[in-house]
């Protein structure tokens, strides 16, 4: 949730509730989400500060068993409220969001009392598996973009400005635009990610520089990234799959092969992967000097 708060961006949905089942009794109204504390950038303060959830309106608890009709549509809860967001390091700053909490199957009105004769130790028998979503809908100010500066910096002038734009257009939704943008800097850069990972400490460098001399010969970059995967340094082989070569398959399809929203998926996805390369490289790179400045040191103390 306080990760949901500090960087989801509009109309990004992120599960809340997993399984919903009868008494839960979480998320039904927006009072569940009173006072939940937040990281988020105070305009006052120019900086990231903690910010409280307050509510417009709490909701008074209902007399009754059900959940009144009004957070439902379809059978299915779906309902919106505005969250009045509060620095507590000024105590001016506001943020507001428009948030709307949903599920994605039907689910019972029926929770104060799951002593129903159609429930089971609690678990709604006639109920389907739906989990609880939540969306932000409006934002005051208006969300703002954030590029990560390592990654920014890592990246040439050029694929820096595709990756603002790339962020600006993932963060209006648009499916198509940002993908256009990720691919873009995964065809500028994915080589140079390639070039920078072979200088790292837990690389195997001439197996690498094989694979680039083999290349310039045959001019097929996708066997460089198809390769590379056993002679990654360790925290890139962690997610099990090769980061490398999904970058390079994931932008390399047609951009009208794809859905608006298929586009989004994607783009978000090459997004994540690609900071997630460029992150790990810096911090082997970074764990390197450390290193180097202690030999350094311990040299100098030695003389
Ligand atoms: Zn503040």
Not at 280 to 289: A, F, G, Q, T, Y
Request: glycine share 4%; net charge negative.
């Amino acid at each position: 949730m306080k990760d949901f708060l500090s960087n989801a961006i509009l109309y990004e949905k992120r599960v809340i509730l997993e399984d919903y089942k009868v008494g839960n009794k979480k998320f039904y109204t927006e009072n569940d989400f009173n006072k939940i504390t937040f990281e988020y950038y105070c305009e006052i303060e120019e900086k990231n500060t903690t910010f409280q959830l307050g509510l417009e309106y709490p909701v008074n608890r209902f007399e009754d068993s059900n959940i009144p009709d009004s957070y439902f549509i379809k059978e299915k809860l779906d309902y919106v409220f505005t969250a009045i967001c509060t620095c507590q390091s000024c105590k001016v700053q506001k943020v507001y969001f428009l948030l709307n909490v949903f599920s994605d199957k039907k689910v019972s009105q029926k929770i104060w009392n799951p002593d129903l004769s159609d429930v089971i130790d609690g678990i709604r028998i006639d109920e389907e598996d739906a989990n609880i979503w939540i969306q932000k809908v409006g934002a005051t100010p208006e969300i703002k973009i954030s590029k990560n500066k390592i990654v920014s910096k890592f990246l040439d002038g050029e694929s820096d400005t595709f990756y603002y734009k790339g962020l600006k257009a993932l963060s209006q939704n648009l499916g198509v635009g940002s993908l256009a943008y990720v691919r873009k800097i995964v065809e500028r850069e994915l080589l140079n990610i390639v070039d920078e990972i072979k200088n790292l400490p837990d690389t195997d460098e001439a197996s690498i520089q094989k694979l680039l001399d083999d290349y310039e010969k045959s001019r097929k970059v996708s066997t460089v990234y198809h390769n590379i995967f056993k002679f990654l340094p360790k925290s890139l082989q962690s997610l099990d799959i090769n980061p490398i070569f999904l970058l390079h398959d994931l932008t390399s399809g047609g951009l009208h092969q794809y859905t608006e929203e298929e586009s989004l998926n994607i783009a978000k996805k090459v997004m994540a992967l690609l900071e997630f390369v460029i992150l790990k490289i810096n911090e082997e790179k970074s764990s390197l000097n450390d290193m180097r400045r202690i030999v350094k040191e311990l040299r100098r103390d030695q003389n």
